[in-house]
């Protein structure tokens, strides 16, 4: 019989290749082992948030590949409502008839436009709204439980018991910020997860609300926050034993017994088998890798989500369970089924390898 393991877990941020971490959550439920903690960042921000909310591993894969009326991803909703025009060139925002309305030269006109559309991306500090994925996030929960897509952060684990903890990047303080029941206890679960998955440049960024309360005391009103990924993809920090004071002060203390620290990684350089090539998409998503702006991005995307907290893994290699990603972008939003079916294939395959060993290694300790 297979010994249950009591687990706190680090998920890695990495964009769209996310979906290999719900693959190596339903591995993980699927064997038993009890998750304790969770702390998430970016797309494992998303997938901690959801686990914690009820959802299952399985509910978390089907969610990977299911598609739309269109044949796109689900999470190609992400990229609805883009503030900036998809295109090689500085496009204007607006049509030919909506220009020819302003009875401007045809030049000036669309000179105005592109410079509109330059300063919405550079007040809202994004290329997307994030309503999209906002939306789709409250959709989720709301299926799951009435109510579920306005909890907050206190109440959940009021309700649940479950200790979540999401990573976000404070630009205005310029610091990490770890947001839970015990931080941010007014938070709304949608918009902690909101602040998490921001990737810079590419969605606009969240402002800390009044109404959201106090962090750690400390007032956030206005407070620009982005993707947690900039300070700390990988939040293996805050579940080690040799956690600082700090994390001990923003997470609590841990809770009794003993558990297994296991940081799920997204590795890009580990192949995936299988996998077909990337191939061009006439998509929203396909438009925007396509052009200089959404190269540019993606690969700043990539960058933050490859961005390992090395000098943490290094030191403790054991406790870190390598899903293959390689090839796979993190702003691959129009990702095909196959591609897909690939990734969470080779994510549920390196998990069960990992922790067939480790289950063997507890089960030596007795």
């Not at 302003?102 to 509109?116: E, H, N, Q, V, Y």
């Not at 907290?309 to 702003?331: F, Q, S």
Request: charged content about 20%; aromatic content about 6%; some cysteine.
């Amino acid at each position: 019989m297979r010994r249950v393991l009591t687990l706190d877990l680090a998920l890695d941020g990495g964009g769209s290749k996310g979906i290999a971490l719900n693959a190596a959550l339903a591995e993980i439920l699927a064997r038993g082992h009890r998750i304790r903690r969770l702390v998430g960042t970016s797309a494992g921000a998303i997938a901690a948030a959801l686990v914690t909310a009820g959802f299952s591993g399985e509910e978390l894969v089907a969610m990977s590949l299911d598609r739309t009326d269109d044949g796109q991803p689900l999470f190609s909703e992400y990229l609805s409502e883009p503030f900036v025009p998809v295109s090689a060139e500085a496009e204007p925002s607006i049509t030919e008839v909506q220009l020819a309305a302003l009875r401007l030269p045809g030049d000036l006109g669309r000179k105005l436009m592109t410079a509109r559309a330059a300063l919405s991306f550079l007040e809202t500090g994004g290329f997307v709204s994030g309503e999209g994925f906002t939306g789709w996030l409250m959709r989720q929960l709301e299926g799951k439980r009435p109510g579920l897509s306005r909890i907050t952060l206190g109440a959940l684990f009021e309700q649940t018991g479950r200790h979540l903890t999401l990573v976000v990047t404070d630009t205005t303080a310029r610091r990490l910020r770890a947001l839970n029941h015990l931080s941010a206890p007014s938070c709304p679960l949608v918009s902690a997860v909101r602040m998490s998955m921001s990737i810079p440049l590419l969605f606009a960024e969240v402002h800390w609300r009044a109404e959201w309360g106090l962090y750690a005391g400390e007032d956030l009103t206005g407070h620009t926050m982005v993707d947690g990924g900039l300070l700390s993809n990988l939040p293996l920090g805050f579940i080690l034993p040799t956690a600082n004071a700090l994390v001990g002060q923003l997470m609590g203390p841990p809770p009794g017994g003993l558990a297994f620290p296991v940081g799920v990684m997204l590795d890009t350089t580990v192949e995936v088998p299988g996998a077909p090539p990337l191939e061009a998409s006439s998509s929203f998503s396909g438009l925007l890798a396509s052009s200089r702006l959404g190269q540019r991005l993606s690969v700043l995307a990539d960058t933050i989500a490859h961005g390992l907290d090395l000098t943490i893994a290094d030191t403790v290699p054991h406790a870190l369970c390598r899903l293959p990603a390689k090839g796979y972008r993190a702003t691959e939003f129009d990702m095909s089924l196959a591609r897909a079916e690939a990734l969470v294939r080779a994510g549920r395959a390196a998990t069960a390898t990992y922790f067939d060993a480790l289950e063997a290694r507890a089960a030596q300790r007795g």
